[in-house]
């Protein structure tokens, strides 16, 4: 963990924070804290795996956490994920199982996807999450679809759009968005700016002033939130859903982070960051300054975080052996479910 | 029993899912107030409303990426993209997300959308309103291909691609949309997918084809009938799933087989029938595969007669396939 002197310390003020989370202010805030403590721990141990040759890919979201976190806080069960490259933490804090994902990610015989996606990739229907594709924006227009039917049957629900700074060139962000306004829809689209298409800043992915104002050519209220700020990013999200919640049709969230990591385990930022980059993400380390704000208000004490990092630590070790002891999908799964079971369209060569 | 055109034997079948089940929904561009611009969706806007006959914003991707999005919660959505020309904005959609959907989640999230467009040429559409290019989705597993060529199948193919389970791109054929009309079976008339309809039985050479290319492929067959050449004809009604089964048997009873569409020669369906053919009922051809195809140049206006594969050079090539040379 970096130095704590380093980040830009949190406002909030204990008494915001009551009026953020209620008089369980202090449990929520610990909750939080667990949570992004397991995604910092899985993240390191999931990039040491591959960096070893156990997993073959791996795309961290360190730096994200407080968005993640947050998201999985506010949604509700009827809610639906769909989302953009780093929102697995969602899932789990929406109580997808840390074993079951990582499975996904040994892309083992007990992955519910059989191993067909790309570590990073989950499906978890359970938690109404999206089946994560590699395709940016696509997920745009489907979380628009979604919300439409819930719309139709009256349901309550909202349908959560995530995507980075590079989908908002994207096809799918202008459709969707598009159709959201114009049907009125309950859609959070919720962009996660980390300011970095693989290589592109986001000052060459865009001349617009921020990616929030965007909303404004959809007639949707777009606001721009420090996503490394865990108390903004729940307001400003509690804020945005009571309005979709209420019929205001969708909004726009976009969240300033950084990313803290390469890309993926396939890209080397030294190629095109600047050589400050890095202290600059860690001074907005969300992990970090929301740690720091518990230290600071005894919210944290040292026995607390080591029993919080142990606790994290274990449960990651015992996922990685449970996936590293299963056996790769069955060589049938491979023409599975291309179609329907019921289905007999599936012809042409087969294992 | 009544007596419909294709276009209205589709609306029809619109018409039914959508009273029978509250889920079936309709959407694209021009489908409500103005009931489509081939008057496919007529009717619909005023009995079920604007909530499930949806006009929707000018883009395909949307209209496709949106239909997803409802498929995943339940809905039973009919997309309908005005012209197969104009589908490639939504190709993404299609090939990376709608087609994978159900693979890639483990069987979690099936993504039964429907998609209706006309395609195909003759109607003086030039470049962007003829283009036949079934091959792109048919080559993309997890996708359905299915293209009628009579009232009776519109109906019935159209009211099984709505109760299917996965997604079917339903190629409508609007070169003939009005200019063929027959009987079609009232109420809940489901044809099967991968089923092909035997035209007329002939013993001497196979003609297969499917949607537009169904009436000039029987009026080269009653032209070789003169002329003492008996051509069996095979609809294939639906390219995925394909009816091999019937294909293989047909040739190996005529030994010829002539393969016909109007899509472009280069990868087009005939390639793969000429090679399924070639693995399966090689022995029992005593001539070469004849493929009767469209041309591989872009689709032309004023040309179109002379790109479109008809009766005479259809009969051309079952003659060359029976005789020789």
């Known amino acids: 963990m970096s130095a704590l002197s380093t980040v830009e310390p949190l406002t909030a003020t204990p008494s915001d924070a009551e009026r953020l989370f209620g008089a369980d202010w202090a449990s929520t805030l610990s909750v939080a804290h667990r949570w992004m403590t397991l995604g910092r721990v899985y993240d390191a141990r999931m990039q040491a795996l591959q960096r070893q040759g156990r997993i073959g890919f791996y795309g961290a979201s360190t730096g994200q956490e407080a968005v993640n976190v947050a998201t999985g806080l506010v949604s509700r069960p009827e809610d639906w994920i769909f989302p953009g490259l780093r929102e697995q933490l969602v899932a789990l804090v929406r109580g997808y199982s840390l074993t079951e994902y990582t499975h996904s990610i040994f892309a083992d015989a007990l992955d519910p996807a059989h191993g067909r996606q790309m570590p990073c990739h989950p499906t978890a229907r359970g938690v109404h999450h999206i089946s994560m594709s590699s395709v940016i924006g696509t997920q745009i227009s489907q979380a628009v679809g979604l919300a439409y039917g819930l719309k139709l049957r009256h349901d309550p629900g909202v349908a959560w759009a995530f995507f980075g700074d590079g989908a908002t060139s994207a096809n799918d962000f202008h459709a969707g968005l598009n159709f959201a306004a114009v049907f009125g829809l309950p859609v959070l689209f919720g962009c996660a700016n980390n300011q970095w298409a693989i290589s592109v800043p986001v000052a060459h992915q865009t001349a617009s002033e921020s990616l929030a104002a965007k909303g404004a050519a959809y007639g949707i209220p777009g606001r721009q939130v420090d996503g490394t700020d865990f108390f903004a990013v729940y307001g400003a999200l509690t804020e945005a859903l009571a309005e979709i919640r209420a019929g205001k049709g969708p909004r726009l969230l976009e969240f300033l982070t950084y990313r803290m990591t390469p890309h993926t385990s396939s890209d080397d930022p030294t190629r095109y960051q600047p050589g400050d980059w890095a202290e600059r993400g860690q001074r907005h380390d969300p992990y970090v300054r929301l740690t720091e704000w518990m230290r600071l208000h005894g919210l944290l004490t040292p026995d607390r975080e080591a029993e919080e990092q142990a606790r994290a630590d274990t449960a990651v070790r015992e996922a990685v052996a449970a996936a590293e002891a299963a056996p790769p999908p069955a060589p049938d799964t491979l023409t599975e479910d291309v179609y329907s079971p019921h289905s007999s369209a599936h012809r042409g060569a087969t294992p | ?325």
């Open chain 2, 1 to 325: 029993m009544s007596e419909l055109t294709i276009v209205q034997a589709i609306n029809r079948a619109l018409h039914e899912a959508m009273q029978h089940d509250p889920n079936v929904l309709v959407l694209g561009e021009d489908v409500g107030v103005n009931g489509g611009v081939f008057r496919a969706t007529e009717g619909l806007f005023k009995e079920f409303g604007a909530d499930r006959v949806i006009d929707t914003p000018l883009s395909e991707t949307g209209i496709v990426g949106t239909a997803i999005g409802m498929a995943l919660y339940g809905l039973k959505p009919v997309a309908e993209i005005q012209f197969l020309d104009f589908i490639y904005p939504a190709f993404d959609q299609i090939v990376s997300e709608l087609a994978k959907m159900r693979y890639r989640s483990g069987g979690q999230y099936p993504c039964p959308v429907v998609i209706r467009t006309p395609y195909g040429g003759g109607i003086r559409g030039g470049l962007y309103h003829s283009q036949s290019t079934e091959a792109y989705f048919a080559h993309t597993a997890g996708l359905k291909v299915a293209i009628p060529s009579t009232p009776a199948d519109a109906k019935g193919l159209l009211l099984t691609a709505i109760h299917d389970e996965d997604p079917v791109i339903f190629l409508e054929p609007k070169r003939i949309y009005r200019s063929v009309s027959g009987e079609v079976p009232d109420g809940d008339h489901r044809v099967p997918f991968g089923k092909a309809r035997p035209v007329r039985a002939g013993d001497d050479v196979t003609l297969v084809a499917y949607g537009a290319m169904i009436p000039p492929t029987v009026e080269a067959a009653e032209m070789l009938e003169k002329e003492g050449i008996g051509a069996e004809v095979l609809d294939l009604r639906t390219l995925v799933p394909l009816d091999e089964e019937a294909v293989v048997r047909s040739v190996e009873k005529t030994g010829r087989a002539v393969l016909v569409h109007e899509a472009a020669r280069c990868c087009g369906f005939g390639g793969e029938l000429a090679a399924i053919l070639a693995e399966k009922a090689f022995y029992s051809l005593k001539a070469p595969i004849a493929r009767v195809t469209g041309y591989d140049t872009p689709f032309p206006y004023a040309l179109e007669h002379a790109y479109l594969p008809n009766a005479e050079t259809i009969a051309h090539a079952a003659r060359g396939a029976v005789r020789g040379g």
